[in-house]
């Protein structure tokens, strides 16, 4: 069964759409905030960091996942309080673990068309907090759990992640081939909750996002 949740739900105390029940007042926040508003010329929930310098998460309530595909429509881009380092990192959260252990698939916006090369190939992260940040990774195995993929600050991308056992697929904007391939996802064969994820110094907004479980489990 596929989940559907109208991200764009709630606009002054009016409910403008409601699918399955879920809307953003029943995102838990983690050191982040939420507004309903227009980007791009899309209602979006706008998501921003409570205290710069740490992760932002919102936890889509009654949302479980084991295997199966997220789709999600996000923008991001450095915020006005953003650090010189800042990328605008935005992205998708999976099998989110009671003691605050995740998987984490996202962007860095401002790196698609840099002209770097090496910034360009550090475009998309798979990462997995807190054991496994991009820091160690591209330490210990260069390269593995990052790649390139087109992309501009501030526009509307498509993100795909299909999960499977340890196994990862992610396709950006309108791939269909993976941008990213992972076969040892951190957590094990998990499951766990789903959430909207941003890193420091972002402005991110999100719309469709969309949960369908594997119904092979």
Partial sequence: ?????????????????????????????????????????????????????????????????HNGTIEVD???????RAAEAARGFVGISFRVQADGKHETFYIRPTNGRASD?????????YVSTPD???ERLRKETPGVYESYADMEPGEWIHLKVVV???????????????????HDLKLGD???????WIGPGTDAYFKNLRV??????
């Avoid at 996000?74 to 006005?80: M, Q, V």
């Avoid at 090369?117 to 550090?122: A, G, T, Y």
């Fill in 164 to 182: 499977k056992g340890t196994e990862l697929q992610a396709y950006v904007g309108g791939a269909t081939q993976p941008t990213l391939l992972v």
């Fill in 1 to 65: 069964m596929t989940l559907t949740i109208a991200i764009a739900a709630v606009l002054a105390g009016v409910a403008v759409a409601d699918v399955s029940g879920i809307d953003p007042a029943k995102l838990e926040l983690k050191n982040s905030k939420v507004e309903v508003v227009t980007w791009k010329g899309s209602p979006a929930i706008k998501m921003v960091q409570n205290e710069v310098g740490f992760d932002g998460m919102a936890i889509v309530q009654g949302a479980t996942f």
């Fill in 190 to 196: 998990a499951s766990g909750g789903v959430a909207l």
């Fill in 212 to 217: 369908t479980p594997d119904g092979n489990k």
């Fill in 74 to 80: 996000l923008a991001g881009l450095p915020g006005a």
């Fill in 132 to 134: 496994w940040p991009w």
């Fill in 117 to 125: 090369q090496l910034r360009r190939n550090h475009a998309v992260q």
